[in-house]
Structure formats: C-alpha cells, structure tokens
C-alpha cells in the first residue's frame, strides 16, 4: 500500500491494481480552506499518459497574483517537448511555486521566493497553513503493458529553531525529497497516527487515507465499488473538501497492445478549471488565521 501525502484533506485519489489492469478513482471537491466552493477534475487523460492532480486548484505568487494550478499544468504539458521536460519541468515549477507562497505567508518585504529557504524568519507563518502548500501529481504510463507511472511529491516544510539567545526563529523550504518516483518502489508512512490505515496490498492511496474494510479477494471481484466505498468514506469524514461526483478510470493491459483506457465514470471531467476566486487567495486565508488568533490569546 503507497502512502503518500499530507495532513491537508484537498484530493483524494486511489488506484486498485486488479489481474487484468488496474483502476482509478478521485473525487472532485475544489475547496477554500475548509469549504466546497467548486467541481473540478483531478483526472486527465494527456499525450503523456493519464495524470491525477492533487492540491490546491488555485495558487499565488509572491505579489499575491492568483493563478489556477491547472492552467500550470496544462500549460507545461502544452509546452513541453517530450516527457522527461515535462517532469523536469513540473518539479522545478512546484518547488518554486511554493517557495513564493511561503514568502507570501511571511509578509516580509524582505523575504522572497529566492532568499525564503536562505535566512531565519522572525514570524510564524500560520501553522494550518503549511500543508495546503503542497503539490502533488501521480502519471501513469497508458503505453506500457505492466502498471507503470511516478509520482512527484512537493511538500513544505518549517521547522522552529532557538539561536543562542533562546529566540525562536523559523526556517521554511519546498523539497521534492524523491524528485520523480516509480510507483512500484513507493512505501512512505504518513507522520501522524490518523494516516495509520489497513488497506490489502492492492489497494493505493494518494494525499488522504481510510482503511479498507473488505479482504482483497472481495476487491479483486468489486473494484468500481470499493472505489465508491473508499471515496465515500472520505467523503463522511472530510465533507466539505474531498466528495463526489467521482472520477472512475479503468486501465486494462494487453500483452502485445497498448493498454485500452475506459472512463467508468466522468464525474466532472475532463477539461482543467481555469478559474479562481479571490474570496479564497492564500492572503485571505492566512489573514482570517491571524483574525482569530488575535481574538483568542
């Protein structure tokens, strides 16, 4: 079973490898902070391959721009001559993208995307927001004949420190710790205890996990509703931003052809949302954070 992911419910996506392929599912819940504001779709069919976006749908840079994450991706698609660009460039974007949310979060004129992993920040950027920060994109390979694909993770990271004087300072960075990783060599345990889940072997998941309540043989026999039943689980525990409609893929492999790809069920997609609100920007977040810890020392 993959764990791979954070503590911020903003996707939920699982894959089930079954004898003859495997399957796909996502839910398409777009939220702002800790609210369903949107549908939007998380799985996209490209000249790369299938790709299964996570995070948030929308992102800021250092001068508090918004920008549809989307867009980012498609564009980089569009752009990119060949895979291994596409992968390069997508890691290097990420890892910038969230160094100019953390300089964002800082409001420190003198803090920016270049210098935010460099020097000690003075103030805390609110702590509930850090993991919102994170990206992440799962693709599978559609032209090989085995269950292939990476995963590419960027999560930030903040650490409180204490100079000789006993002040406490902060340090902030956006590591993509394994670059592009195969999905077959992928075993990462999630920090805290509420990602400790029981799933068969079988069954992966990605950004937020619930265990798996039926034996394999079951699963093997009911892949599209152990899917359902997974998202739906989610679904009750986070309802306002991981839900349906659901995105089911089923990938099925042939011995001498191309896999044969099969949208089960299209929820929302496909098509990449372009669209932002302002009412949910990371300024306001941050700000609405920082409102309700002033009101309560």
């Known amino acids: 079973m993959f764990l791979f992911g954070s503590s911020a419910p903003a996707t939920m996506i699982v894959v089930i490898a079954t004898k003859d392929g495997y399957w796909i599912g996502a839910d398409s819940y777009r939220s702002g902070g800790d609210k369903h504001i949107a549908d939007v779709c998380k799985i996209h069919e490209t000249r790369f391959g299938l790709l299964a976006k996570s995070g948030d749908a929308q992102g800021a840079n250092h001068s508090g721009e918004i920008y549809s994450t989307d867009k980012e991706v498609e564009d980089l698609i569009a752009s990119s001559k060949d895979l291994e660009t ?19 979060l800082v409001d420190d004129p003198s803090v920016t995307s270049e210098n935010i992993e460099q020097i000690p920040m003075g103030k805390p950027i609110p702590h509930a927001l850090i993991p919102t920060l994170l990206r992440m994109v799962v693709m599978f390979n559609t032209k090989a004949t085995d269950v292939s694909g990476e995963v590419l993770l960027v999560r930030p990271e903040s650490d409180e420190l204490t100079d000789a004087l006993g002040r406490n300072y902060y340090h902030y960075s956006a590591p993509s710790t394994l670059g592009w990783y195969p999905l077959s060599d992928i075993s990462i345990k999630a920090p805290s205890p509420h990602f400790q889940v029981s799933c068969p072997a079988s069954v992966h998941e990605f950004s937020y996990f619930v265990p798996c309540e039926k034996p394999d043989p079951w699963i093997q026999k009911h892949p599209k509703e152990t899917l359902k039943r997974l ?8 309802p306002e931003t991981i839900g349906p409609p659901y ?9 001498s052809r191309a896999p044969k790809v099969k949208w089960i069920s299209k929820g929302v997609c496909p098509g990449w949302s372009e669209s932002v609100d302002p009412k949910y920007s990371l300024i306001e977040r941050r700000d609405d954070m920082r409102k309700q810890r002033d009101s309560n020392p």
Do not use: G, M, P, W
């Open 86 to 104: 596409f992968q390069s460039n997508l890691r290097l974007r990420y890892e910038h993208d969230i160094d100019e949310e953390l300089a964002l």
């Open 231 to 238: 998202l739906d689980q989610a679904h009750r525990r986070e």
């Open 247 to 255: 995105t089911i893929v089923r990938v099925i492999l042939r011995k």
